[in-house]
């Protein structure tokens, strides 16, 4: 198996095929077959953004309707995760040519349509959508992220309640009605990286060459899971990428990493501190899902 398909890519094996790890402006790390391990360095080719550029030049409404126009406008950027055709330079700089078709993406989407969607993360066969076992549960916000799972493409939904150990007598009912919500659009598997509790139901997702997309709050334990399934070596890459100087972890951007199992997980930022468009009013829409905060 070439290094390409190591990192899940399914098409022919042809030269100048990469997958984006990191994004970093305008420049990414790229694996490939070109390069037997690590990185290379490639900028992406200006006429794959001449088309948003020039749409952004004009007025707002205008591009909002431009955009919906051309529903290829958000392939137009790269983003971590995505399949790429690449010009390789050996001495220096390689060139990304083109963004291959993504075969899932999740998006945040505003209902009003008054602001740009944004993509968080592409190319992944499983989205794990976690909440924890306190105060960050919400139902209505697994309702609203299945909501937007709905239209990811491929890939499967999977309901992580993490913290399981902090569940408290009568919290049954809060799980109920999650369950309730959820219905058969996703499974739901209640783990606790602490204790290793339900942490087998994780083994599924965790097969060579699969991709595994991540969403949820900042402390939700994503960083915990990864640890557990990683161990010290996934640790230290996360403190040097993640520690944000305010005495806290936070997810800044989106990286691309291999687990020692063979399953690559995208990281994406914390929802809630980039602000899911809409959900205040989705959640005041909501009949069917109550909004319930755990005391
Ligand atoms: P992240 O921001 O999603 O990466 O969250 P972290 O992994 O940094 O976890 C946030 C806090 O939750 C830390 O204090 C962890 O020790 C704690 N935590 C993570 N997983 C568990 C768990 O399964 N049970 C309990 N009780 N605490 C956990």
Known sequence: MTRIEKYGWRGPVEPGIGRIVSAHGDYYHLV?????????????????????????????????????????ADLLTPITGDFVRFRHNPQGESLITEILPRFSHFERKDPTARRKSQTLAVNFDTLFIMMSMNEDFSVARIA???????????????????????????????????????????????????????????????????????IGSSGVGKST???????????????????SGKGRHTTTSRELSML????????????????????????????????????
């Open 144 to 214: 609203r992220y299945l909501a937007l799972a709905e239209d990811m493409g491929g890939g499967e939904a999977v309901v992580v309640v993490s913290k399981i150990d902090l569940r408290r007598p009568g919290d049954g009912e809060f799980l109920d009605e999650l369950r309730a919500c959820v219905g058969t659009k996703a499974k739901v598997l209640e783990i606790s990286a602490l204790t290793g509790e339900g942490m087998e139901a994780l083994d599924e997702y965790l097969r060579p060459g699969r991709t595994i997309a991540f």
């Open 32 to 72: 490939c077959n070109e390069q037997a391990e690590g990185e290379i360095l490639a900028r992406k080719k200006k006429s794959l953004f001449s088309y948003r550029k020039r749409v952004e030049r004009q007025t707002k409404a205008a591009f909002v309707a431009s955009a919906r126009a051309d529903e290829n």
């Open 260 to 295: 020692p199992c063979g399953t690559m997980v995208i990281d994406t930022p914390g929802i809630r501190e980039i602000g899911m468009i809409g959900e205040r009013d989705e959640i005041r829409a909501k009949g069917t899902c109550s909004h319930r905060w755990r005391k």
């Open 225 to 243: 899971l990864l640890n557990t399934l990683a161990g010290e070596q996934w640790a230290m890459t996360q403190e040097i990428q993640q520690w």
